[in-house]
């Protein structure tokens, strides 16, 4: 079989969802593992000596590391965040139409359709951001076999390098003067080894601060400051009737933005786990590992991913404000204030507002809008209707009371968000080709099926 074959089996042939979900589980041993071996061996990525005790189900694999392919990756990205087509965008006028960011629709799912989550890639070739285009083609974005190649082409237009090889990270990595505390997971021994691949989705959880032009607008609520008596967060000006009603916390409000960005999150990991079951992958997802230490904010242990920390905040009211982790300039960058991007209040508001309706935005009113260059999905009589209806845009004093508030949070605790670090990378992803031996050997017939045994019919020359 061709790749071209493989896409056509993958979208035509592969088995349906509700079989998938009888037989997906995670299977974390693999070609060139081990699991309960009493050994002493150097990690064949960072050199580290690891020994993991004799256990009842000592492992060993015979068996070489074989990486996944190029295409197993690019559906695996796509089955995660790939391009998918337009949004409804079916919200009420009357009901904080303006919310929506983008347009451009994903294979998973996002609040506000921030676009937000990318997916971090870890293989043998290095580390990788996988950042799909917001071009679309239409409401469906594959609708025959002569678009499945599209996927292979996002994969390799989207896919960003920032580490020519693995970060050092590994289940042997340990603090200064804690030996016995691994930040690695005490349970994945296996971590970031030769033919693995790791998807980790990498969220910026604060650029969805966006959607406070909403909250004030059409919710109508405002910020008090809970560490200074519950005053008004910088907002007394427009506490009033039809303007800001409804008082909320500065760290009620920051814990919602950031819980619902983490929704993303949970869905790419299961569309990876159903498109690995599907092609007879083994899979384990966890969140046993250290991101800051995986992003790079404890150089003195590992350089990690080596993205750009910011010097902790002393001024934080809780200790989880402290930290922020810009990231890579360009390529995938934290949203706070003040920060290499946005230095001030004013500068990351103007940037929402022009997101939005600005020249090449969704809502821009002028020529240059993505819905008259790229497509929408009403009919053509309905697009200006709808970009001229009033309650597209928010009420003007929004946006003079968003810097107010982001300016209120700076001079009074150092940096805005409050109360945590944007940049998140705490759930993935470790897929693998199994090695069928240690299920044979130790395990009940049913966890490994054909998929798996037979899948270089497939997926191999």
Request: charged residues 25%.
């Amino acid at each position: 079989m061709n790749d071209q074959d493989r896409l056509k089996w993958a979208f035509q042939q592969s088995p349906s969802f509700f079989d998938l979900l009888t037989t997906i589980r995670s299977r974390r041993v693999g070609r060139g593992y081990r699991i309960d071996s009493g050994e002493e061996i150097k990690h064949p990525v960072t050199g580290r000596t690891m020994k993991q005790g004799l256990g009842p189900m000592k492992f060993v694999s015979k068996k070489e590391p074989k990486p996944l392919t190029e295409l197993e990756e690019a559906l695996i990205c796509w089955s995660a965040c790939g391009p998918n087509g337009l949004c409804a965008w079916d919200i009420s006028l009357d009901g904080g139409f303006h919310e929506l960011t983008w347009i451009a629709g994903r294979t998973v799912p996002s609040p506000g359709n921030s676009l937000a989550t990318d997916l971090l890639v870890i293989n043998d070739r290095g580390a990788f951001i996988y950042k799909p285009t917001k071009e679309r083609s239409g409401p469906i974005e594959i609708q025959s076999e002569a678009d499945y190649d599209k996927v292979l082409q996002w994969y390799q237009d989207g896919l960003i390098q920032i580490l020519d090889e693995r970060p050092d990270v590994d289940w042997a990595l340990r603090a200064p003067g804690a030996p016995h505390a691994t930040l690695m997971g005490p349970y994945q021994f296996n971590m970031n080894m030769p033919g693995s691949t790791w998807f980790i989705p990498l969220s910026d959880s604060a650029w969805l601060q966006s959607a406070l032009i909403n909250f004030m607008d059409v919710w109508h609520f405002y910020m008090i400051d809970e560490w200074n008596g519950g005053r008004p967060a910088g907002l007394e000006k427009w506490i009033r009737e039809g303007m800001l009603e409804l008082p909320s916390t500065i760290a009620g409000e920051e814990q919602l933005i950031f819980q619902v960005e983490q929704f993303p999150i949970g869905c790419m990991v299961q569309n990876i786990r159903l498109a690995t079951e599907a092609m007879g992958l083994g899979a384990w997802v966890f969140c046993g590992f250290n991101p800051d230490v995986l992003m790079g904010a404890m150089p003195e242990i590992s350089r990690g991913l080596g993205f750009h920390i910011e010097a902790p905040n002393p001024k934080a009211p809780v200790s989880t404000g402290q930290i922020k982790i810009f990231g890579i300039e360009g390529v995938k960058e934290a949203t706070y204030v003040p920060s290499p991007r946005y230095k001030s209040a004013e500068q990351l508001v103007k940037a929402w507002y022009d997101e939005k309706y600005g020249e090449g935005g969704v809502m821009h009113r002028g020529d240059n809008n993505y819905l008259r260059k790229v497509g929408a999905p009403w009919k053509s009589n309905k697009v200006d209707e709808i970009l001229a209806h009033p309650k597209t845009r928010p009420a003007e004093w929004v946006q003079e009371a968003l810097i107010a508030y982001i300016d209120y949070c700076v001079k009074n605790f150092g940096q805005w968000p409050v109360t945590y670090n944007p940049m998140q990378a705490h759930f993935g992803a470790v897929i693998h080709n199994v090695d069928e031996a240690f299920y044979d050997t130790y395990y009940k017939e049913g966890y490994i099926n054909d998929r798996i045994r037979n899948r270089s019919k497939i997926w191999h020359d």
